[in-house]
């Protein structure tokens, strides 16, 4: 018992001096509490009731340690919460991440898959700031308007301001399927 609480102890004595960069961390995460390294990011992660929730990806040890820190303050609820505008045009993607799109003209405008719903908020604070200068990538997302719920997929698309929906598939190849026939129709069901 006294070994855990002197382990405990020295996990917060040493996050504490990565925090405040009094010491360089070492490549082992393996003692930090709810950090997992993951190639040369830092992710937090916590299992509750048996679920492991995800809370970010950051570039250095020291980043994950402070939302950490926050997070545990908060008991473990996010307080930066992405704003309207930002989630207008990020979706998260079927197979993981979050992609970009944006309607110009009518047409949906591909910018991009991101790893991180950080990453994709950063990008679209850049976009919002820049006026949407930079150009849509010319390589279409083979996932374009299909979302994954819970173990289905649905195809979505906005029009005219409004979420119209296409139908919910077993699999993500029946949706692209699906998905396809109708960009073919013009969206003619």
Do not use: F
Not at 71 to 89: A, D, I, S, V
Not at 102 to 118: A, D, F, R
Not at 147 to 158: D, E, L, V
């Amino acid at each position: 018992m006294l070994k855990k609480q002197i382990q405990k102890t020295l996990q917060k004595i040493k996050a504490l001096l990565i925090k405040h960069k009094i010491i360089i961390p070492t490549q082992d995460t393996t003692h930090i509490p709810y950090i997992r390294q993951n190639n040369n990011t830092y992710t937090i992660q916590k299992n509750i009731n048996g679920k492991t929730h995800y809370y970010g990806t950051y570039k250095t040890l020291g980043e994950a340690v402070e939302k950490r820190d926050q997070l545990k303050q908060n008991n473990w609820k996010q307080t930066n919460k992405p704003t309207p505008t930002e989630m207008k045009y990020i979706s998260k993607h079927p197979q993981g991440g979050y992609i970009i799109q944006k309607s110009i003209n009518g047409q949906i405008k591909y910018y991009g898959k991101y790893k991180t719903l950080e990453e994709a908020q950063k990008q679209i604070q850049y976009h919002i700031k820049t006026g949407w200068t930079q150009k849509p990538q010319k390589k279409q997302d083979p996932d374009r308007y299909i979302t994954k719920t819970g173990k289905k997929y649905r195809i979505q698309k906005q029009v005219n301001g409004k979420v119209k929906y296409y139908g919910t598939y077993q699999t993500i190849k029946e949706a692209r399927k699906k998905r396809d026939k109708l960009e073919k129709t013009h969206w003619r069901k």
